[in-house]
């Protein structure tokens, strides 16, 4: 798995995904099935091959058992929807995640979420303040990421 993530690390995203197929038949614990899924996801993400890319994050999503990681993959999934244009999908779905405790216990994440919601917004057209790209922009530089 862990060359799978390098070789997407470094935009080889048909050998990743190669390679994390592979993979998958040799894992069992929950949650690497569930980081596997969301790297398959991202390859195709980056394949802009955004349906099978929403289907690998929803099962990421299911089988998780961690909440943190769950909202990793659903904020994931969001920007999914805003590459292929589904800005009310994304928008819905990361203002249930951005009100989730555990986003917000996690600062660079939630810093994350805050910054595609406001940008699912933009692109919707719905009007925005600069504050919404801003906060998130400054969280990101205090937390580099």
């Known amino acids: 798995m862990n060359i799978g993530v390098i070789q997407k690390n470094n935009n080889d995203f048909f050998g990743s995904k190669e390679t994390l197929t592979d993979a998958l038949r040799f894992l069992k614990a929950p949650d690497k099935i569930a980081n596997c899924y969301n790297t398959l996801a991202t390859n195709h993400r980056k394949l802009l091959n955004y349906s099978d890319a929403v289907g690998y994050y929803q099962k990421a999503i299911k089988i998780t058992e961690s909440v943190k990681d769950r909202i990793i993959y659903e904020n994931n999934l969001a920007a999914s929807y805003i590459d292929n244009k589904e800005f009310q999908k994304a928008i819905v779905l990361l203002q249930k995640i951005e009100r989730d405790s555990t986003a917000t216990a996690n600062q660079k994440e939630y810093a994350r979420i805050q910054d595609n919601l406001?940008?699912?917004?933009?692109?919707?057209?719905?009007?925005?303040?600069?504050?919404?790209?801003?906060e998130p922009l400054k969280l990101r530089v205090e937390k580099k990421g």
């Open 118 to 134: 406001a940008y699912a917004k933009w692109l919707s057209g719905l009007s925005i303040e600069s504050y919404e790209f801003e």
